[in-house]
């Protein structure tokens, strides 16, 4: 009853979590389409405005110069996307890797932490890091130099992930490395963003000049929000591919993929500036880098996939017996799990062999067993992978 009461919960979380991430990155991405293609007015109070054509209708938006005293109304103000998201977000954490942190979040192989140690040493990442983060670029010191605290945050962000992976299992850090950074963007709408709109609001209503270094930090942690996205959904959707996190060299391949996420965003962000043609060599660049990061990263099993000789099923279903068959039966032992996960089954050689190149790659990439719970040895992994490898 338990699993199954943990089951609806994610999957209710993991609903709103999608639901408001798509309204909080859909919102982001937008206004920054809007100010890269905002045109010059001729009216003194429009300092921008385009025309664009939707759902069979004209529409006129600009962007205006309020006059002192009043505002419009209604008003709408974008951060409850952004808040829902995290906190979504935070609860999906906890109901997958804090509760189920023996098999998801902690590898006795990397570092051996008791399930209490894992949750301080996450909750410490998301605050520890914001804190590092904001003060950075809140500071005299950040402000001088934007390539300069761009630089400085790049190489923390390679610090963090790399630590992360020395302490926990390659999908977890991996998933920590993105709800790090989803803080940070969490963080700037709730700490910069909104309090400085916040004055805007408060300073037209009195006539007063608005303070224009609140709104440039405002900018420019909007900014930021939009680069780290589509890094941060790369890390939501990484579990589902264990040859990223599961590679040998996944620290290398977690940064590549980042840069891949930061180029595609500023393709996209400076092709209506520069046009199309002129900005399409970030995008060709992205993909090299992808296609290379893929074969790094599928290396180790792409050169032990020849190396089959005759392996036995009677040996491998031993194998299977010992460290699979509590999930991937039709009636699993494992109480975590009331049904097979995915609906795999390999209680019989047909199942296997129809699931060889799943086995390959799970197993090869040290996902399964979940934690290695069962303590699958690396030459019972290797025989395993050998065998999978042959029946593909």
Known sequence: MESIIIEWLGLAFRWIHI???IAWIGA?????WLLNHLLTSEDPNVSGQLWALHA?????VEKRNIEPGKLPEPLHWFKWESYWTWMSGFVLLAIVYYAGAEAYLIDPAVADISQWQAILISLATLVGSWLVYHLLWNSAFGRQSQTRSALLTALFIMLASFLLMQVFSGRGAFLHTGAMLATWMTGNVFFVIMPAQRQLVQSTLEGQPQNKQLAADAGQRSLHNNYLTLPVLFCMFSNHYPSTFGSEWNWTVLMALFVVGFMVRHYFNVRGKQG??????LLAVALFIFVGTALLASYPLLKNAGIAGEISFTTVHGLSQTHCISCHAAQPTNTAFPVPPKGVLLETEAQMVSHAAQIATQVGSRIMPLGNTTQMTDDERQLLVQWANSRQ
């Open 56 to 60: 069979g209708g004209f529409f006129n």
């Open 276 to 281: 199309n043609l002129k900005a399409l060599w």
């Open 28 to 32: 982001s991405f937008y206004f920054n």
């Open 19 to 21: 639901i408001t991430a």
